[in-house]
Each structure stands twice: as C-alpha cells, then as structure tokens.
C-alpha cells in the first residue's frame, strides 16, 4: 500500500503563513489527480483545493484567495501555500492522490492549528 507523506503543518499566529507538502511515492505522478483534504475531530473530511493531472485547480469557498495549491512532477511533490491564516483552518491536513478506484492513497495527516 503507498502511503503519502505530508510535512509543514505547526503552529501559526493568525495572519501567517504555511507551506504543506505531499511526497507520493507512486510512478508516473503526472497522471494522479492530486488534493488535500481536511478534518477536525468528530467532523466529515472535507476538501480544500485540488489540482489534477493537467495543472486545472480547484479550491473551496473558505480558502480562496488565501490559498494556493500547485504540484512539481519532477520531484513527485504537491504543494499546499496558506496565507492569511485563520483559527478556523485548525485541522489536520491530509493529501490525497488518486489515478482511478484502486489507485487511490492517502497520507497521515500533518496537524495545521492558528492560534495566539
């Protein structure tokens, strides 16, 4: 089973700023369909920006215009830039590749909390 591995999440003040990051160790990355999701406890996991295997992206209400979602196939790397954090983005973070039904992977999570 590939696992996808996220780094970057912390703590942050409001206002700032986070850069996450997706390493999947899959061949041919440029075909996957890439996103990250996020999920507080006792809550559905939700998306928040995806990006798929032809550069289009797509991004949910709450985060648009403060974040941006880009991917470098040459390294197997999706990124996730947040700015203008908010205490509401508290979540964990997962990324998500997927090809088709049986392709389909996750990472663990990387907790992202804004608080002062």
């Known amino acids: 089973q590939v696992q996808l591995a996220e780094s970057g999440g912390g703590l942050v003040q409001p206002g700032g700023s986070l850069r996450l990051s997706c390493v999947a160790p899959?061949?041919?990355?440029?075909?996957?369909?890439m996103a990250w999701y996020r999920q507080a406890p006792g809550k559905q996991r939700e998306l928040v920006a995806a990006?798929?295997?032809?550069?289009?992206?797509n991004y949910a209400d709450f985060v648009k215009g403060r974040f941006t979602i880009s991917r470098d196939n040459a390294k197997n790397t999706m990124y996730l830039q947040m700015n203008s954090l908010k205490p509401e983005d508290t979540d964990v973070y997962y990324c998500?590749?997927?090809?088709?039904?049986?392709?389909?992977?996750w990472g663990q999570g990387t907790q992202v909390t804004v608080s002062s």
């Open positions: 998500n590749a997927r090809r088709s039904s049986w392709d389909d992977f």
């Open positions: 899959v061949s041919r990355f440029s075909v996957y369909n």
């Open positions: 990006i798929t295997s032809g550069g289009s992206t």
